[in-house]
T-cell receptor, first 113, second 113 residues
Framework: EAQVTQNPRYLITVTGKKLTVTCSQN?????MSWYRQDPGLGLRQIYY???????DKGDVPEGYKVSRKEKRNFPLILESPSPNQTSLYFC????????????FGPGTRLTVL | KNQVEQSPQSLIILEGKNCTLQ??????????LRWYKQDTGRGPVSLTI?????NTKSNGRYTATLDADTKQSSLHITASQLSDSASYIC????????????FGTGTSLTVIP
């Protein structure tokens, strides 16, 4: 089944404790993105990658890191999480085609205490 | 400034009734517009995508319209079902960007029996 998977789905952590949220897609898509979704603000792009070893900042990259060593994986790293990073995070992937339809993962709900 | 605004913010309708959701955008130059459906606690799923030359596109009981001159789109849901309860998100892509999408904040639809 074609899908985007994220792990973990739920995470509660404390300020300053490094964490990684994994994202994997099995559709051989070139583009991958990370978004955060907060009430009243909609989805905002954190980082995106157009191919292996190619990453770029989105609208809200501060406090986050990403890497794209393999085409299928695009982990999101929070080196020193803070309470304002409490949010719902989505990974998405899409092929390099004109339709640009993104396929979203199930989401990771992160709480930073 | 590139923006996407949706209305209403929330909507409650009776099962079997029709409804129309609105999306106004200022994103330019325009590439395409999508409507996504997001069930509570899940990732968004694409419903329709429309390019500059398309006025109407249907997907089952969902019909999207686009007026590129006035920069307005609507999503019409016919004969609503309880399973239509979700958030509907309008997303616009600019022509000259690789992977930047502009998201509306969504319309929360509740269908009651």
């Amino acid at each position: 089944e074609a899908q985007v998977t994220q792990n973990p789905r739920y995470l509660i952590t404390v300020t300053g404790k490094k964490l990684t949220v994994t994202c994997s897609q099995n559709m051989n898509h070139e583009y991958m993105s990370w978004y955060r979704q907060d009430p009243g603000l909609g989805l905002r792009q954190i980082y995106y990658s157009m191919n292996v070893e190619v990453t770029d900042k989105g609208d809200v990259p501060e406090g986050y890191k990403v890497s794209r060593k393999e085409k299928r994986n695009f982990p999101l790293i929070l080196e020193s999480p803070s309470p304002n990073q409490t949010s719902l995070y989505f990974c998405a992937s899409r092929p390099r085609t004109p339709t640009d339809t993104q396929y979203f993962g199930p989401g990771t709900r992160l709480t930073v205490l | 400034k590139n923006q996407v605004e949706q209305s209403p913010q929330s909507l409650i309708i009776l099962e079997g009734k029709n409804c129309t959701l609105q999306c106004n955008y200022t994103v330019s130059p325009f590439s395409n517009l999508r409507w996504y459906k997001q069930d509570t606690g899940r990732g968004p799923v694409s419903l329709t995508i429309m390019t500059f030359s398309e006025n109407t596109k249907s997907n089952g009981r969902y019909t999207a319209t686009l007026d590129a001159d006035t920069k307005q789109s609507s999503l019409h849901i016919t004969a609503s079902q309880l399973s239509d309860s979700a958030s509907y998100i309008c997303v616009v892509k600019r022509w000259d960007t690789g992977n930047q999408f502009y998201f509306g904040t969504g319309t929360s639809l509740t269908v009651i029996p």
